[in-house]
């Protein structure tokens, strides 16, 4: 069973929100990752998780803030957002954060900051 | 430069009219490659991985290619269902796991 499960499917803040993004896996993958993806554009990396450590933070907004309670969770909080933040935040996992390891996507979150 | 280039950008076939889909790289050093479905406001959908020059995959009416320098994805009398766009993506020993992506080909099939 390949499911990475994302919560909510769709979020509409104010900019002076706070709001969170959840994500889970029980597939016993070490890795996972957040991602972007806007209109007729593929996803771009925001930061990957690796063994519960942070790996790779994109340069992105200190406005996302995320968080990877255990290895089947992460979390990304999301403070003072701006309009341009709208867009489908996608959750991804793998096996470990090594290349050649089949990345796996949820369903994604659509948010929208009004 | 991009690494991954995908064509056509959109490819329309009538129900039943076989295709192929182009995934050209030129990053060195491959790990993987990646093809994955995309509906409409959804995540991507993991199709294949390819790791090596020669090798093949196959799934209901869908078989994946890969040489050293490109990969295609060969669609076999689509169905309407099959509507959607697809994306390449690659990792190579210095992408720390990270997937690069095309740009994508967006199909649709016609009745």
């Known amino acids: 069973d390949t499911e990475v499960t994302q919560t909510p499917k769709h979020l509409v803040m104010g900019m002076t929100n706070k709001k969170s993004l959840k994500c889970e896996q029980h597939m016993g993958h070490r890795a996972m990752y957040w991602y972007k993806q806007k209109a007729k554009k593929p996803p771009e990396l925001m930061f990957v998780?690796?063994?519960?450590?942070?790996?790779i933070n994109e340069s992105v907004p200190s406005r996302f803030s995320p968080e990877c309670p255990n290895s089947s969770l992460l979390n990304l909080h999301l403070h003072a957002l701006q309009p341009e933040d709208s867009a489908l935040y996608l959750c991804?996992?793998?096996?470990?954060?090594?290349?050649?390891?089949?990345?796996?996507f949820g369903e994604g979150s659509w948010l929208t900051v009004v | 430069e991009d690494q991954v280039t995908q064509s056509p950008e959109a490819l329309r076939l009538q129900e039943g009219e076989s295709s192929s889909l182009n995934c050209s790289y030129t990053v060195s050093g491959l790990r993987g490659l990646f093809w994955y479905r995309q509906d409409p406001g959804k995540g991507p959908e993991f199709l294949f991985t390819l790791y090596s020059a020669g090798e093949e995959k196959e799934k209901e009416r869908l078989k994946a290619t890969l040489t050293k320098k490109e990969s295609f994805l060969h669609i076999t009398a689509p169905k309407p269902e099959d509507s959607a766009t697809y994306l390449c993506a690659v990792n190579y020993g210095g992408s720390q796991g990270n997937l690069i992506f095309g740009k994508g080909t967006k199909l649709s099939v016609k009745p």
């Open positions: 991804a996992s793998s096996l470990r954060q090594t290349s050649g390891n089949t990345i796996y």
């Open positions: 998780y690796s063994y519960e450590k942070l790996s």
